[in-house]
Structure formats: C-alpha cells, structure tokens
C-alpha cells in the first residue's frame, strides 16, 4: 500500500484543490453570474455527454487497465496500444453518422420541454468524444504506474479555466452562448494535453499486426461499454431526465447539491487511479492473499477518510446553503441522500477494479444492465411526483443495490469481504459524531459558525482514529508529520 497510499494521497489533494475551485464556479460564480436557465443547459449537456462518454470510447480506458500487464515485449505492448487508440472510431464515426441524418428528430425529442436544449445538441457529441479519448489516454498513463498528472487534468485543469470563462462572462468579454461553446473546447484542449503527456511516458509507436488474446480483448472491450458505464450513468442519468421531464433551471437546483454530494467520493476515485491497475496486476498474477490484503486496507482507509469528509459536510450543511442564492438551497435531502450513497461507494474499497479486471467482468455487465434499467424506472416514476428530490431517491436507491449486488458476488466468487473489525469501530465513531455535533449550533454568523465546528469534529475524529489505531496507513503518515 506505500505506492498506492502515495499516489492516493498525492492524487486526494490535488482532486480537492480541483472540488475547491469548482466549489467557487458552482456556488457562487454560476449562480450569480449565469441565468438558471444556461446554467441548467450547461449541466445537462455535460451529463448527457458523461452518459455518453464509455460508448465512445468503447470500454478502452477499463480494456488497457485489465490487459496491459500481460504484454511482456515491446512489439505486444505496440500492437495492443495501437488498438486501443483507434478503437473508439468504431463507435464515434457510425454514431457521429447517425446523429447528423437524425439531428432533428434528435433534437426535437430532447427539446420537448426545453426548446433551448436544441440548438447545442452536438456540443454533446463533441464533448462525449473528449472525456472518452481523455480516460482513454489517462488509463495509459496510470498503467506506467503514474496518475498523478491525469488526476490534475481530470480535476484541476478544466475547473480552473472555466473560472477565468466565467470571469470573462462578468466583465462582459463573453456571454453566455460564447461561454457554453468556450467550456467545450476548454475540455477538448484538456484532451490533446492528455495525450501528450501519456505519449511522453511510452511513445506510441503503429503496429497493425494480430497479438496474443485479440478476441479477449474485443469481447471484453464490447462488454466493458455497458458494464463499465454503471457509475456514470447512475450518477447522470438524473440530470439528463430532469431535464427531460421538469424546466431545465431545476437541472442546476439538483448539481449544486449533488455537486456537494460529490465531494464524499472523492477518496475512492482518487485511490482508483493507482489501485485499478494493481488490482489487474495481482489478479493477473494470480495472488489472492495480496488482493485480499489490498481490498480490506483500501476500503478502511476510503471508510475512514470519506467518513471525516461526510461528517464535515453534514454538520455545516445548513450553514454552507445561507452562502448561496435561497432558491438553489432546498436540496437538503439530496446532499444527505447522495451523501451516504457515496460513502458506501468508498466503504466497497477496490470492490468495482477486482470486479471488472477479473474474469467476472461479465457480472458487472449483468448487474449493469439490471440497475440501469432500475435507475430509469425509478426515475421516471419519482420525478414527476417529487420534482428534484425524486431524482434523489432513485439514484440512491439504485446505487444501494448496485453496491450489495457487487459486494455479495466478490465473496461469493473471491471468498473475501472488505470488512474488519475496525470497519465497525469506524462506523460507529461515525454516528456518534453525527448524534453528538448536528443539533450543536453556535449563536456567530455562518463562517465562525462552520470554522468552530469544524476544527471541533476534526480535532476529535482524528484523535480517535489515531489514538484507537484504526488504520495502519493513516496512522503512519500522522506519525511522519508529527516528526516533521
């Protein structure tokens, strides 16, 4: 875990210096300097294109990650690469094909209760095609066991530039339909710098030439598509149906509050980028005791910090929403909602990478298709009776169950649980802290009011967790800081 945890951490900062520039954007400069409309417009076309993102890339971001360490030479490794780079055209081209000769019957689909969404459907498809061909070049990176840079790009580099777009909106230099097409192109540059940096740790070099498991590889890249989009769609498909079903301003209600949701699962993707690609490595090798070992530690060390984080943001919610316009302050129960749901994500560990680079990748397709379709429904029921909070309970319920079903597969076909006897000792440190600081308000204004909290709930969780020795990582890197 000493690369992994170096990586991880190396890779959590600088995810929240990227959730505390978007936090600045989504908070305060979107809502004050954009309409609700634009700003729900903006929100569903970047859903719809994450949606979107794991056909266009035709499941080669997972397929490099689970196959790249069994190619030994160089000559193996160029042709497997080389197809890894051209496969997504399989899907971008007949799909770009498709969406030109139906773009009005597209367009008027989608339309239906929004007409402003029209006229921006292709920045869809060309945002689709950069966050694909970005996680295509990011996963080439991470498998030379270096993340850190990709996980700038994937968190820092956009927000930060569409900070300067959304300055440059307020002094007047850009409006709004200038903005919406900027951020677009903003994450296209973000791609070509991806490439770049992916190349310069192993230069493509063309080899068009058959290799050692090719049908593996193309199965599995076909079957990934739909296995491998779980999370993002869960996760958007909400956006992309409010803005189907109710006026496309709620669409920017229900981001702000998921965006502050969001925070909570930002320790799992983090640690993703280097845990993925060495869970492949010992499940190529074949070493069941290592990946047990790195499937308990990775789900208590996610426990431990995702908790402190869902604790930070629960306890100073109702504070954090007098920060910001009222009408965007009503999505309470999403925060809470999505919240928990996010702290189950990391509570799994590298559950989903054991999953998906095993030989049971075919379950995740399974699990895959079913939840979907539960999300959908779901969806579709509770969105017209509960408005935004609807959207809430389906993509809670839905991640709840995809979860169990993930959980309960890997015991049953690895016979190993990420759960410890600190995993419990965790949790219940957890509720005490929310029993003990939610209904302890002190009579200052919002800012003192979160700061003396804060300092309060951090002070005694980490005194907990160090002095109960709950996890031997997190305990060692205190110790490396205490004797600095």
Same mark, same amino acid.
């Given at each position: 875990m000493g690369v992994v945890f170096a990586q991880s951490v190396k890779n959590t900062i600088t995810t929240y210096i990227g959730i505390f520039i978007g936090a600045i954007n989504v908070l305060f400069l979107f809502t004050n300097f954009l309409?609700?409309?634009?700003?729900?417009? =903006?929100?569903?076309?970047?859903?719809?294109? !994450?949606?979107?993102? @794991?056909?266009?890339?035709?499941g080669t971001n997972n397929t490099i990650i689970k196959f790249y360490s069994i190619f030994k030479t160089r000559q193996s490794q160029n042709s497997f690469l080389t197809l890894m780079m051209f496969l997504p055209l399989a899907i971008i081209i007949p799909a770009g094909f498709? +969406?030109?000769?139906?773009?009005?019957?597209?367009?008027? $689909?989608?339309?239906?209760?929004? @007409?402003? =969404?029209?006229?921006?459907? $292709?920045?869809?498809?060309?945002?689709?095609?950069?966050?694909?061909?970005?996680?295509?070049?990011?996963?080439? %990176?991470?498998?030379?066991?270096?993340?850190?840079? +990709?996980?700038?790009?994937? /968190?820092?580099?956009?927000?930060?530039? =569409? *900070?300067?777009?959304?300055?440059?909106?307020?002094?007047?230099? &850009? !409006?709004? /339909?200038?903005?919406?097409?900027?951020?677009? $192109?903003?994450?296209?540059l973000r791609m070509v710098l991806m490439a770049i940096y992916a190349f310069s740790l192993k230069r493509p070099v063309l080899k068009f030439s058959n290799f050692k498991s090719l049908s593996n590889i193309l199965k599995y890249s076909a079957l990934i598509i739909i296995a491998g989009s779980v999370t993002?769609?869960?996760?958007?498909?909400? #956006?992309?149906?409010?803005?189907y079903y109710i006026q496309i301003e709620n669409v920017a209600y229900y981001g702000v509050a998921i965006y502050i949701a969001s925070v909570i699962g930002v320790p799992s993707s983090?640690?993703?980028?280097?845990?993925?690609?060495?869970?492949?490595?010992?499940? !190529?090798?074949?070493?069941?005791?290592?990946? #047990?070992?790195?499937?308990? #530690? %990775?789900?208590?060390?996610?426990?431990?910090?995702? +908790?402190?984080?869902?604790?930070?943001i629960i306890l100073n919610i109702n504070e954090l929403y007098h920060f910001i316009p009222e009408k965007f302050s009503g999505g309470l129960i999403i925060v809470i909602l999505i919240g928990i749901a996010k702290l189950i994500d990391n509570l799994l560990g590298n559950n989903n990478a054991i999953l998906f680079n095993s030989d049971y990748y075919k379950m995740g397709l399974v699990f895959g298709v079913l939840l979907v379709g539960t999300t959908i429904i779901l969806n579709v029921i509770f969105i017209p009776i509960y408005?935004?909070?609807?959207?809430?309970?389906? *993509?809670?319920?839905? =991640?709840?169950?995809?979860? &169990?079903?993930? &959980?309960?597969?890997?015991?049953?076909?690895?016979?190993? !649980?990420?759960?410890?006897? /600190? *995993?419990?000792?965790?949790?219940?440190?957890?509720?005490?802290c929310v029993l003990l600081f939610y209904f302890w308000e002190f009579p200052f204004n919002s800012v003192i009011n979160i700061a003396l909290k804060t300092v309060t709930v951090t002070v005694s969780y980490g005194l907990m967790v160090y002095g109960l020795n709950l996890s031997e990582d997190i305990s060692s890197i205190i110790n490396k800081l205490i004797k600095r």
């Open positions: 309409s609700d409309s634009y700003f729900g417009l =903006i929100t569903f076309i970047l859903s719809t294109a !994450n949606i979107m993102m @794991p056909l266009m890339a035709f498709v +969406g030109y000769v139906s773009f009005d019957v597209i367009g008027n $689909w989608l339309s239906q209760k929004n @007409p402003i =969404i029209k006229d921006y459907i $292709w920045l869809i498809y060309i945002a689709a095609i950069s966050f694909a061909y970005f996680e295509v070049f990011y996963a080439w %990176s991470r498998v030379q066991m270096q993340s850190v840079f +990709g996980n700038f790009m994937k /968190e820092v580099f956009h927000r930060l530039c =569409i *900070t300067f777009l959304l300055l440059a909106l307020y002094v007047n230099y &850009l !409006n709004a /339909e200038q903005l919406i097409l900027a951020i677009v $192109w903003v994450y296209m993002n769609i869960i996760l958007e498909i909400d #956006k992309f149906m409010l803005g983090s640690m993703d980028q280097i845990v993925s690609p060495l869970t492949a490595k010992l499940l !190529n090798e074949n070493s069941p005791m290592e990946l #047990k070992k790195l499937y308990q #530690k %990775s789900s208590l060390t996610l426990f431990i910090i995702s +908790g402190f984080i869902f604790l930070l408005g935004i909070n609807g959207a809430a309970y389906a *993509t809670f319920i839905a =991640i709840v169950l995809y979860n &169990l079903s993930k &959980l309960l597969f890997v015991q049953y076909a690895f016979k190993m !649980n990420p759960f410890t006897i /600190e *995993t419990v000792k965790v949790a219940i440190l957890i509720v005490c």
